[in-house]
């Protein structure tokens, strides 16, 4: 699951450096002590992708300067965004413990510079100025184009590695560490340090859980100045994908810091998302607050919500719960499983032998219609690109789909993407493309044989698709069965279409009706007693009690509902990742549970 999300944040990311944004990043990186003397590092850095023929797919060229002194360090760059807008970064800290940062229009690293429009002059004379602020993390950017982690990795890196845990590190190379997505994300790693003051890396290597190295830092040349070595010349590559490389040349390195204050400027009053807070909102200000300030100003804004009024219980019949531990006929899938002693089947307990109640007539109900497309821009084009997900990302369904595509439309698939991809200046509108890939996917729907059912990530279809499965079915049960498979299959990309949950260990059954909202998928959750009258009715929003979520992390753990099941007294919904909440059976009342 976790390819689709890297996928998708990809594309939103490119959304969002579309902007001038100012960010604050929280960061706890050791309590360590720091060289005696500061140092200043200018120089150049390219960063390439490559396809899987092994051409460069996309050739990232800037400038930077590092600045350090004491625990505190600022690194600005001047840098092109995925859109082909010149920008300028820049992210700094006095203590290391919080970093500030600030993504503006390109200026010389020389000048100072204010937000401006990047869209051009038909959006208005200035940008909206945006910031954000996240908890324990190092810089890592939220694009696979982003200088900052690699420079940070080579330059200002001496404070952390100084104490740094032997055997793990973040990979800095990786947006899918930035604190925007997962700042917690480590992975097994080596490195070789200067044995000069300042200890910063000469060599680092990343690896992959079977041992082989999957991204290395070599420093090829050096020098001294005062009693720290700082790199002069650095190659990154990764050995397996060759998905990218990067080379840092370093052309001027001085003695001491110029900079009497390592943090970016703030221009006016920015509109800055704090989630040191874990809030979601966001708030005004014109200057860097401190995390009790940033308290301060939110506890005005967003005063806590009153608690809603009791909802009345329901009487419910006896429940036999030997029937609730019982084995069935379905295979036993690994995945993590939120109740023990129970086969994980994602919905493992949906009916086939009566369809939900509502919707349109068979086999219409099956087809798919663009708007159950949940972000369509991506699904495009990551089938355009499905070889190098499959190479990087190591994930194959894309391919497997884009195989059973027409050519008009691979090829309208393929120019939506050039388009996408090329330097623009408007956002993104949906075209013949999307008609086209809607067409050819209820064309596979009403096919004479069952989509490829090896498309399924991880083997894992659902319950009511295993069971259609083992039924051999034909005419309208074949497409209901197509489509289910499609579903499976693409759960970040596709809505599902409602399911009905049986209880075995009673004669209740939950309908569910799963919803796009923008980026998110939300349900609407019907119990159903014996006789199939409603006993109450809730709508799962995760975002309501989702307080320690924060930003795109928040959208993806919404966009997919992977399960939704019995418990004991409850009903179970799970989300992508780690994220569940159960319903009271009783009242439907909503509670988030522990991280699984």
């Not at 990795?153 to 404070?159: E, K, P, R």
């Not at 998905?243 to 900079?259: F, H, M, P, W």
């Not at 069935?328 to 089947?345: G, K």
């Not at 330097?423 to 989509?451: C, F, M, R, T, W």
């Amino acid at each position: 699951m976790k390819t689709n999300e890297k996928s998708r944040m990809e594309r939103s990311c490119r959304l969002v450096t579309a902007f001038a944004l100012a960010m604050v990043f929280a960061v706890s990186i050791h309590g360590q002590t720091a060289p005696d003397t500061g140092y200043e590092v200018d120089g150049k850095i390219q960063l390439r992708l490559h396809n899987s023929n092994g051409d460069v797919w996309k050739d990232f060229r800037g400038e930077f300067k590092v600045f350090v002194n004491g625990p505190g360090w600022m690194i600005q760059t001047i840098e092109t965004n995925d859109f082909g807008s010149a920008l300028r970064r820049e992210i700094g800290t006095t203590n290391g413990t919080e970093m500030f940062e600030l993504v503006l229009p390109y200026a010389p690293l020389d000048q100072t510079v204010a937000p401006a429009n990047l869209w051009g002059p038909d959006h208005g004379d200035e940008i909206a100025k945006a910031g954000s602020a996240y908890a324990d993390c190092i810089p890592v950017g939220g694009l696979d184009s982003s200088f900052v982690g690699h420079l940070w990795l080579m330059f200002a890196s001496g404070n952390y590695f100084r104490t740094a845990a032997p055997g793990q590190l973040t990979p800095v190379f990786d947006y899918w560490a930035s604190p925007m997505l997962n700042s917690s994300k480590t992975v097994k790693a080596e490195w070789e340090l200067s044995p000069k003051q300042g200890g910063l890396p000469v060599r680092v290597r990343y690896f992959e859980q079977g041992g082989e190295p999957t991204a290395v830092y070599t420093v090829t040349a050096s020098t001294n100045i005062s009693s720290v070595t700082i790199p002069t010349q650095v190659h990154f590559e990764q050995p397996l994908s060759h998905y990218k490389d990067v080379d840092i040349e370093v052309t001027a390195v001085r003695a001491g810091c110029s900079l009497t204050n390592l943090l970016p400027v703030m221009q006016g009053r920015l509109s800055v998302q704090d989630f040191r807070m874990d809030s979601n909102h966001g708030y005004v200000t014109g200057h860097w607050t401190t995390l009790p300030e940033a308290r301060a100003i939110y506890a005005k804004l967003y005063p806590p919500k009153a608690p809603e009024p009791p909802r009345p219980e329901v009487k419910l019949p006896q429940r036999d719960l030997a029937k609730l531990a019982s084995p069935t006929n379905l295979p036993l899938i690994p995945f993590p499983n939120p109740l023990p002693n129970r086969p994980y089947v994602p919905f493992r307990d949906a009916v086939i032998d009566r369809p939900p109640p509502g919707g349109s007539s068979e086999p219409e109900r099956w087809l798919i219609k663009a708007d159950d497309l949940k972000w369509d821009m991506v699904f495009c084009m990551n089938l355009a690109e499905h070889d190098r997900l499959a190479r990087e990302r190591r994930q194959t369904s894309y391919t497997l789909l884009w195989n059973r595509l027409t050519v008009e439309t691979q090829v309208a698939l393929e120019k939506k993407d050039a388009e996408m991809n090329a330097p623009h200046d408007h956002p993104y509108q949906p075209g013949p493309e999307l008609d086209a890939l809607v067409d050819n996917l209820n064309a596979l729907i009403k096919g004479d044989s069952s989509y490829d059912a090896a498309a399924i990530p991880e083997g894992q279809p659902s319950g009511d698709t295993v069971k259609l499965l083992a039924a051999k079915p034909t005419g309208a049960a074949l497409i209901r069965l197509n489509r289910l498979l499609l579903e499976d299959a693409f759960p970040m990309d596709i809505v599902r279409t409602p399911k009905l949950i049986a209880d075995p260990a009673s004669k209740l059954s939950a309908l569910i009706v799963f919803r796009k909202i923008g980026f998110s998928t939300l349900a609407d959750v019907t119990l159903l007693g014996e006789d199939g009258g409603p006993l109450w009715k809730a709508t799962v929003n995760p975002e309501e009690i989702m307080p320690n979520s924060s930003g795109m992390a928040r959208i993806f753990e919404m966009e997919g509902i992977l399960d939704v099941r019995f418990g004991e007294n409850d009903l179970i919904v799970r989300f992508n990742g780690k994220f569940s909440v159960s319903l009271d059976l009783k009242t439907g009342t909503m509670h988030q549970l522990p991280n699984t």
